[in-house]
């Protein structure tokens, strides 16, 4: 076998290459030696059970029914009350602990609160009270440390081989690993210990009286764990500007999330109230980019299997103008929807503001929220819509086509769009727009067929025959064929999705016509806030009330 050089031979010595080799990297790179041994033990570790059936239904009922993986809850011989996610922290089960927040677990969720008594536990007693999946880690590591220190001094008697030995280590590790990931993922390490009711002197409990655990936070008994590496993560993780800068991303890479999934300028990855923008517990972190999206829009209405998408793969593109973020001590998703006010969008706000003027806050509130209720109301949305087309008229049909010079809806009859909309079901009725570039394939040819059957429905109930409905028929048609993205150039396209999409939902029919349209394009995308969700647009996360009567 060839013996490689070693690049420490002189002050190492002579050696085994790859004796050297660890060596070295202990002593130059010990950062980056921590990290490997971390990883490779992570991949060395195989008592896991994220295959077992349990799981796998787990995951199924997830990813395919949407379940809320949050209120999933596991039996375990300890503690009972927990779910899924606390289960396998306290567990020590790595693999399992990261595979349920890549599908959308709440990190610091307490899920099944403590019951008033205990009285009908026997053996089992309930989990610590407020306890998270980071709190049950750091009590396994600390419980699984102590119990190794006993047996290595002698003690339990003949139940150290029970308790002892590979056991006890394989438990204490997975624990300890299980805390890092945590922290690193921006759990809440403020969160302390707490009894239980009626639990203070269960036999669990008994050894958190010697620990002198209650009372105190994660952040304060980080010594007792034992780990080096701990007691950084977590001193490191607790000041508010590391954490929103270095906390990994929820996929499952333990990567920082500007280097994973949030890597582009337009891909935020927190939220913070102005109220509580130093208190590191408050964040609301990116929901899970792997996780099933919570549009509810699953692929059933394209006649494609019931699996629902991804965030990924869904709305957390910028073109979505969607950004889900969780917090993690309620499960609750908050949703910042941003895009641009379109001129009837600030016609209707300045309608709404100059009515709401002289009412009083009950009397706003209580107009906000009948108007909510019929907002859900798929009938009254359409009626509304197709209100707005018939006395906006071309103006109306410009902006649903975004004011874009390619689209040709103006020429449109309103009173025939609008029509056509009433024909269709109101609880899959929508706007079609013939600058479709950003729209996915099978859902343009799902609406294109959609749009031209109710649009033949529609002239069978308003009588029109001959060549005036053929001319109808003829200029209110849907093609699934986008037209160049610019305006200069007249061609269509002859199969669906030919031209190359770019970044900004824009396609040309060639490199010539984007160098061409380039001026266009950079003057409308690419000005500053433009790409950039801008503050001026509508979001959901701010209330409707302050937004119409700021």
Avoid at 35 to 55: F, H, P, Y
Avoid at 106 to 112: C, G, M, P, R, T
């Amino acid at each position: 076998m060839q013996r490689l050089s070693c690049p420490q031979l002189k002050s190492l010595g002579s050696c085994d290459n790859l004796i050297c080799w660890k060596r070295y990297w202990q002593r130059r790179q010990p950062k980056l030696w921590t990290q490997l041994n971390e990883d490779v033990s992570a991949i060395k570790r195989v008592n896991t059970s994220v295959r077992s059936d349990s799981m796998k239904q787990i995951i199924h009922g997830v990813m395919k029914q949407g379940i809320n993986v949050d209120i999933v809850s596991f039996e375990d011989t300890t503690f009972s009350g927990m779910n899924c996610l606390q289960f396998a922290t306290l567990r020590g089960d790595v693999q399992m602990m990261e595979q349920l927040i890549k599908m959308g677990a709440a990190l610091d969720i307490e899920a099944l609160p403590p019951p008033s008594d205990l009285a009908n536990h026997t053996g089992v007693v309930m989990k610590p009270k407020g306890c998270t999946a980071l709190l049950l880690a750091v009590n396994g590591a600390i419980t699984s440390r102590n119990i190794m220190s006993i047996v290595a001094n002698g003690g339990m008697g003949g139940m150290g081989g029970m308790f002892g030995g590979n056991q006890a280590r394989e438990s204490y590790e997975g624990c300890v690993e299980c805390a890092i990931q945590l922290v690193r993922l921006g759990a809440d390490t403020s969160v302390t210990f707490q009894f239980p009711p009626g639990g203070k002197n269960h036999p669990i409990y008994q050894s958190w009286h010697v620990w002198k655990l209650e009372g105190k936070s994660i952040r304060d008994v980080a010594t007792l764990v034992g780990s080096d590496l701990f007691e950084k993560t977590v001193e490191e993780f607790s000041a508010m500007e590391h954490q929103l800068e270095n906390v990994n991303c929820r996929c499952g890479s333990r990567l920082p999330w500007k280097q994973c999934h949030a890597g582009k300028p337009t891909d935020p990855y927190y939220l913070t109230d102005k109220d509580d923008e130093k208190d590191v517990s408050k964040i609301k972190w990116r929901y899970s980019p792997m996780a099933p999206c919570h549009c509810n829009t699953s692929n059933s209405r394209l006649g494609l299997p019931e699996t629902k998408k991804i965030y990924f793969k869904c709305c957390w593109d910028e073109t979505a103008h969607r950004e889900y973020y969780q917090c993690d001590k309620t499960s609750e998703i908050r949703v910042m929807a941003r895009t641009a006010v379109t001129p009837m969008q600030r016609e209707a706000m300045h309608f709404m503001q100059e009515m709401l003027k002289g009412k009083s806050e009950d009397e706003i509130n209580a107009l906000m929220e009948s108007t909510q209720q019929m907002m859900k109301d798929p009938k009254f949305l359409i009626a509304n819509r197709c209100k707005i087309v018939r006395e906006g008229g071309a103006i109306a049909l410009k902006a649903i086509a975004s004011d874009n010079p390619c689209s040709k809806l103006y020429s449109w009859d309103p009173e025939v769009y609008a029509g056509v909309m009433e024909t269709m079901d109101a609880n899959l009725s929508f706007q079609w727009n013939d600058v479709h570039w950003a729209l996915p394939k099978a859902e343009l040819l799902k609406w294109t067929e959609e749009w031209n059957e109710a649009l033949e429905q529609y002239c069978d109930n308003t009588g029109l025959t001959g060549s005036e409905r053929e001319d109808v028929i003829k200029l209110h048609t849907a093609s699934p064929f986008a037209p160049c993205g610019n305006v200069k150039c007249c061609k269509m396209e002859t199969s669906v999705k030919q031209y190359s999409r770019l970044t900004f939902n824009i396609a040309y029919c060639s490199s010539a016509c984007q160098k061409e349209d380039w001026k266009n394009h950079k003057q409308k995308w690419c000005k500053p806030g433009t790409r950039e969700r801008q503050t001026t647009g509508i979001s959901s996360g701010e209330s409707l009330t302050q937004m119409l009567t700021k």
